[in-house]
């Protein structure tokens, strides 16, 4: 028996291997781009004013401790107690972390009355900071058709190194019946965000003793 009826030849071969090639980058163009999301700045409602300082405090806003399951660009959501999604075709479109203290920096400027409220990096001309505030979020969990779970701490430090702190657990709920699953999460997440930043302005009001 002759191997060249069996095999075949090299260029046949190669004509094949190509062939296959072409139609993998056929199927992989053919998956749709990701879709990027981004936390809402959108003002709230109207609030009836509360009683701040009347000096308008500088607040340093550090980027957030996330926890690592949910820091990178794939959106997490949970899917039963024991097990999550990773959505590669549904992203942030910054750093979770980063996102979070824009957030809150955003809210502590509306509530205080203030400009003053700021992220990273600082720049030299910027006046020298009240505060400066740190977020550390315990758990953050999205689930489709039920809400948003918040577990976040903080810390507050004043110029004179005294520290404040609290802890919060916020919970947003979304319409299972949303069109987009992830845009409801998204805004549902910057609702509790709000929340948390309504509490902290609240301690940077309260004076000290």
Known sequence: MRLAHIFPSRPAFLGLSCLVGALL????????????????????????????????????????????????????TRDGENRVLVSDSHRWAAPLRHEISRVVAAELSDRLGSSGAIT????????MPDYRLKIIV???????????????????????????RGRETLEEPVSPSASDVYAALAAAQTKALRRLADNIANSIAKPRR
């Open 138 to 164: 315990q758990r953050l969990d999205l689930q489709s058709g039920h809400g948003v779970l918040l577990d976040a701490a903080w810390i507050i430090t004043a110029r004179d190194g005294v520290e404040r």
């Open 120 to 127: 990273l990096p600082y720049a030299p001309d910027n006046p």
């Open 25 to 76: 980058l056929a199927a992989c163009s053919s998956s749709p781009p990701p879709a990027y999301y981004a936390l809402d700045l959108q003002k709230p409602p109207m609030q009836e004013p509360k009683s701040f300082p009347a000096t308008e405090p500088v607040i340093i806003v550090l980027p957030a401790d996330v926890p690592e399951m949910v820091d990178r660009s794939q959106i997490v």
